[in-house]
């Protein structure tokens, strides 16, 4: 019996707080968790929706670890419902995804005694 490709569901996304935005979310609808953090800065956001480049790097921004504590409270709550949970950093200008990316691992390891892995 052949069994299909598990479904990546809902994407929980990160993006700035403004009018029209998906706020944030912990939601899962299939067995696999997915999060993408794109960053939060709104200037690359109303240029990434105009298609005005102007030289900006993309994803250039760096979360804090504050800003990352209530993702790592989502994170774990989906873990709990799904076989496997994702976490996309997408802020790769100047290696900032690997910066948060161990950020969020160190975060995710602290004081749950559930071993996490970071992938850049």
Known sequence: MRRSAPSSGF????????AGAT???????SEIGYFRLHGRDP??????????????PADNYLYSP???????????HV????RNTFVIL????????VVNGLQLANL?????????????
Do not use: C
Not at 43 to 56: S, V
């Open 11 to 18: 994407v929980n996304v990160a993006q700035p707080p403004y």
């Open 23 to 29: 706020p944030p979310s912990a939601l899962a609808t």
């Open 43 to 56: 200037r690359y956001w109303k240029r990434e929706f105009a298609g005005a480049r102007n030289g900006a």
């Open 66 to 76: 504050a800003e990352l504590d209530p993702w790592v409270d989502r994170i774990r």
């Open 79 to 82: 873990r709990v419902f799904t």
């Open 90 to 97: 997408a802020n790769p200008a100047a290696g900032k995804s």
């Open 108 to 120: 995710l390891n602290a004081g749950d005694g559930v071993p996490h892995q970071a992938v850049a």
